[in-house]
T-cell receptor
Framework: EAGVVQSPRYKIIEKKQPVAFWCNPISGHNTLYWYLQNLGQGPELLIRYENEEAVDDSQLPKDRFSAERLKGVDSTLKIQPAELGDSAVYLC?????????????FGPGTRLTVL | GQSLEQPSEVTAVEGAIVQINCTYQTSGFYGLSWYQQHDGGAPTFLSYNGLDGLEETGRFSSFLSRSDSYGYLLLQELQMKDSASYFCAVSYNNDMRFGAGTRLTVKP
């Protein structure tokens, strides 16, 4: 069974440029998560999807960040414009139903460097 | 809100036993999970405790005391490959909050 796929693995951009990250969750997983992880810290939730619906986006900085999961499968996270402080690893995870007892399966992440 | 506390670093020798503690404060607590992350890798699931007590999976065990808002991960017969960061995470309201992680270094 294929795991969570993310691309690109690495991205270097200049500040004020836009950037997009793509995630393909494990087949059949209804719940998809985007996390941000800074060096030496744990993952921090940005947004959670149940199928196509964003059910928790309270931690998403909506002035510059946006996300979509149009068909309830793949998802894209966008930053426009990027700032220096956005340099981090962006992790995507999925789980079968998103219940409290579900294991989350993480992708390898996209390491973003903003210059 | 939610908060978790775990030690930032732990060092142990090969073959030893190490315990990583985690205390938490959260409303709507449902369970405590542990994830392992090697440098440059993805977090991977290790264990989950929904009820008080000990869960054992091979060399790894995890414990939860809901009344004390406390849990720990126990790693036995340490191997060099166990050098990684370990995160405790609380489940609540169908979301999960991760601690800052404990960096375990296993020395020969």
């Amino acid at each position: 069974e294929a795991g969570v796929v993310q691309s690109p693995r690495y991205k270097i951009i200049e500040k004020k440029q836009p950037v997009a990250f793509w995630c393909n969750p494990i087949s059949g997983h209804n719940t998809l998560y985007w996390y941000l992880q800074n060096l030496g810290q744990g993952p921090e939730l940005l947004i959670r999807y149940e199928n196509e619906e964003a059910v928790d986006d309270s931690q998403l900085p909506k002035d510059r960040f946006s996300a979509e999961r149009l068909k309830g499968v793949d998802s894209t996270l966008k930053i426009q414009p990027a700032e220096l402080g956005d340099s981090a690893v962006y992790l995507c995870a999925s789980s079968p139903q998103g219940s409290n007892a579900d294991t989350q399966y993480f992708g390898p992440g996209t390491r973003l460097t903003v210059l | 809100g939610q908060s978790l506390e775990q030690p930032s670093e732990v060092t142990a020798v090969e073959g030893a036993i190490v315990q990583i503690n985690c205390t938490y404060q959260t409303s709507g607590f449902y369970g405590l999970s542990w994830y392992q992350q090697h440098d440059g890798g993805a977090p991977t699931f290790l264990s989950y405790n929904g009820l008080d007590g000990l869960e054992e999976t091979g060399r790894f065990s995890s414990f939860l005391s809901r009344s004390d808002s406390y849990g720990y991960l126990l790693l036995q017969e340490l191997q060099m490959k166990d050098s990684a960061s370990y995160f405790c995470a609380v489940s609540y309201n169908n979301d999960m909050r991760f601690g800052a992680g404990t960096r375990l270094t296993v020395k020969p």
